[in-house]
């Protein structure tokens, strides 16, 4: 068990780019989450990905926003023209749900750091 | 919706000094209740959690009890050390709900001095 992995760790880029981060999750782990965390606040809720289905999108993820899980492992998450307003932590976490219990721990990654100029 | 608030920090405490970091909830339903760390420079590590009320998470000398009557989950330890330096935040889930996604409060800051 090595742990939830993101990468890059860091990314800067110019207002207008694409972007596109990876989480790989604890292996045989059902459940991956995105987040993202402002400075000063705490991780706010993305989505979520059940194996390879994306269930729940909040409304914090606009049009530009678009996140992937094939074949239930590693998640991406891209951010297509981005804006200053992107600048912030991205976390990836994973959970192994049994059943229909929710109330299992999240494993976080270190987060990929995006600053947009 | 759901929401989590916790005491403004920073918190600056001296070693061996007794910490209190409140923590309140609203939430429809039965929420689990968390505490996430965060080390300089290092991603969230769970803490503590409960599920269910009256039930009390322990963990590195820190605890906190779920408290439904005052839906509370203060996190407590009786003497700090140094390496508890860190950022501290409360979360939830809630099966009456978004069963899956944890709700945060915007975190504590706390800077033990030697």
């Known amino acids: 068990d090595t742990g939830v992995s993101q990468n890059p760790r860091h990314k800067i880029t110019k207002r207008g780019q694409n972007v596109t981060f990876r989480c790989d999750p604890i292996?045989?782990?059902?459940?991956l989450y995105w987040y993202r965390q402002t400075l000063g606040q705490g991780p706010e809720f993305l989505t979520y990905?059940?194996?390879?289905?994306?269930?729940?999108k909040s409304r914090l993820l606009s049009d530009r926003f678009s996140a992937e899980r094939p074949k239930g492992s590693f998640s991406t998450l891209e951010i297509q023209r981005t804006e200053q307003g992107d600048s912030a932590m991205y976390l990836c976490?994973?959970?192994?749900?049994?059943?229909?219990?929710?109330?299992?721990?999240?494993?976080f990654g270190p987060g990929t750091r995006l600053l947009v100029l | 919706g759901d929401s989590v608030t916790q005491m403004e920090g920073p918190v600056t405490l001296s070693e061996e000094a007794f910490l209190t970091i409140n923590c309140t909830y609203t939430?429809?339903?039965?929420?689990?209740l968390f505490w996430y760390v965060q080390y300089p420079g290092e991603g969230l590590q769970l803490l503590l959690k409960?599920?269910?009320?009256?039930d009390k998470g322990s963990n590195k000398g820190f605890e906190a009890t779920y408290r439904k009557e005052t839906t509370s989950f203060h996190l407590e330890k009786g003497s700090v050390q140094v390496s508890d330096s860190a950022v501290y935040f409360c979360?939830?889930?809630?099966?009456?709900?978004?069963?899956?996604?944890?709700?945060f409060g915007k975190g504590t800051l706390l800077t033990v001095n030697p």
């Open positions: 979360a939830l889930t809630n099966s009456g709900g978004s069963n899956y996604k944890l709700t």
């Open positions: 939430a429809t339903g039965y929420p689990s």
């Open positions: 976490a994973s959970s192994l749900a049994i059943g229909g219990e929710g109330q299992e721990t999240q494993y």
């Open positions: 409960a599920t269910k009320a009256d």
């Open positions: 292996s045989e782990h059902n459940r």
């Open positions: 990905f059940q194996n390879e289905a994306q269930l729940e």
